[in-house]
């Protein structure tokens, strides 16, 4: 706290990010990274982009990556927005489309941004507690709100939901603007970008951090009704004008055209959070149903405080929040087959000496 400060930034309750530890080593399983490394033709277009052209300014409105979403979700340019990784576009999205008149909804549990941008932007909310199961329940919307927003799957219980209960939702909550944010889509859920051209209050944002493994590249997107993406073009241009560099655009626009890689790890990332699914079973973990890249696990009869900080002690870090409904449960990135060996081994040593078998 300082004197210099405004009022709205004392108040602010910043997002914590999970740690990027600086230790070799490591199995990292905490931040839903992709364990496989970006498509070659990514690597190739961001080198072939160093040079002397660093000295002029992006394009931008990043129009070759717009150009490459469109065309392969079979939209037009003007649908899509495109943004510094999607907590920039979110950011944007509560600034620009929410409303002032009532609060906006979204789960109690969920991605903990949310609350954030609300502080930031001075927006009112309402959590709607998921149902014991933690799945989302459509019903539960049905009341006067200035915005609706979730992931799906939801962070971080994995859990997704069927597509038809998202145009149920749409169906009956047309005056406010509903959000769906598909950060993990790709690993399992439907995705409801068929739905944008039918429902012009709907907005879907995905990321290229977690299936597209460039979380380092920072690249996120949203589509929509042309409106809805023309009120994030204001706000990006009344903050700043290029948040997209120029090694960014040309990579996130390469990995939309190399199809084949992004299959081939998806399918991996999906095959190895099945079997993980299956190792942690045999150790007494009960788990969410994920169609995410990570599961979402706790133990009968041992702490997830406890666990995680044994895993710690051996190299594995995983994410535990200390937070209402969640804080017996492990959020844990599915990594390679290696990385969650090496998490079973380190489970079963801490869980059999406490008895926990
Ligand atoms: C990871 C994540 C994001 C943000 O991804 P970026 O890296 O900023 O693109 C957004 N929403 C959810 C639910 C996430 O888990």
């Known amino acids: 706290m300082s004197r210099f400060w405004s009022p709205l930034v004392s108040r602010l309750s910043p997002y914590v990010p999970g740690e990027q530890p600086k230790i070799a080593n490591l199995t990292k ?21 160093v040079g ?30 495109v943004g510094n990784g999607s907590d920039e576009v979110l950011a944007f999205i509560f600034q620009a489309l929410f409303q002032h008149n009532e609060p906006i909804l979204f789960p109690d549990v969920t991605y903990s941004f949310y609350p954030v941008y609300c502080g930031l932007y ?18 539960d919307y049905a009341q006067p709100n200035g915005g609706i927003i979730f992931p799906n799957p939801n962070a971080p219980t994995g859990r997704a939901l069927a597509l038809a209960e998202i145009e149920a939702l749409l169906q009956a909550n047309t005056d406010s603007v509903v959000v769906i944010d598909e950060a993990y889509v790709d690993f399992g859920a439907e995705s409801a970008i068929p739905l944008v051209n039918r429902y012009p209050n709907l907005l879907v944002s995905q990321t290229l ?22 009120a994030l073009i204001r706000v990006k241009d009344s903050f700043n004008s290029y948040p997209l560099d120029r090694l960014a655009i040309v990579g996130a626009a390469a990995s939309f055209a190399d199809e084949p890689y992004f299959q081939q790890t998806r399918q991996a990332v999906m095959a190895s959070r099945e079997a993980l699914v299956a190792e942690m079973a045999k150790l007494g973990f009960e788990t969410i149903p994920s169609a995410a890249n ?30 209402p409904r969640i804080d017996q449960y492990l959020r844990i990135t599915v990594g ?22």
């Open 209 to 230: 951090s977690k299936s597209r493994s460039l979380a380092g590249l920072r690249v996120g997107f949203a589509v929509g009704h042309p409106e809805l993406i023309e």
């Open 294 to 323: 990570f599961i979402f696990s706790r133990h009968p009869a041992q702490d997830a405080a406890k666990i995680a900080a044994s895993l710690r002690e051996r190299g594995v870090i995983v994410r535990h929040f200390r937070k």
């Open 29 to 49: 399983l905490n931040t839903n990274e992709n364990p496989y490394g970006p498509s070659p033709k990514v690597l190739e277009a961001i080198r072939a982009e």
């Open 52 to 81: 002397d052209r660093l000295r002029l300014y992006p394009d931008p409105e990043g129009t070759a990556l717009k150009q490459a979403i469109a065309s392969y979700h079979g939209l037009q340019t003007n649908q899509v927005f």
């Open 122 to 139: 001075e927006i009112d909310y309402r959590l709607i507690p998921l149902a014991e199961d933690f799945s989302i329940r459509i019903a």
């Open 336 to 357: 390679t087959p290696a990385q969650n060996a090496t998490l079973i081994a380190a489970l079963a040593e801490i869980l059999v000496p406490a008895g926990g078998l």
